[in-house]
Nanobody
């Protein structure tokens, strides 16, 4: 699975961005899509998950501000991020978590898109 993330940029506190992740596979064939982020000097952390079946989950600190969604016709997963805070500054990565016969679960990563929140 190949992933292409985009949509990052420089935004002022309180602003919004929509990140996009285009996949090379149909979303109906991927067990779970997710967004992670990695702030400078910190470990990569899970932000939101969108399973093929089951509930969407969010990191506590982004609940109510971030929203993950998909458009199957475009093989695209979005992360709408609102009310941005300086602490949201990070590289945001798209992830596909998929079960493959004979291999097991496997993770695929996009190249990351930088979100900078600053006045």
């Amino acid at each position: 699975v190949q992933l292409q993330a985009s949509g990052g940029g420089l935004v002022q506190p309180g602003g919004s961005l929509r990140l996009s992740c285009v996949t090379s596979e149909k979303l109906s064939r991927i067990n779970e899509m997710a967004w992670y982020r990695q702030a400078p000097g910190k470990e990569r952390e899970l932000v939101a998950t969108l399973p093929l079946t089951g509930d969407i989950n969010y990191k506590d600190s982004v609940k109510g501000r971030f929203s993950i969604a998909s458009d199957s016709a475009k093989n695209t997963v979005y992360l709408q991020i609102n009310s941005l805070k300086p602490e949201d500054t990070a590289i945001y990565y798209c992830n596909a978590h998929n079960y493959e016969v004979g291999i097991g679960y496997r993770d695929y990563w996009g190249q990351g898109t930088l979100v900078t929140v600053s006045s």
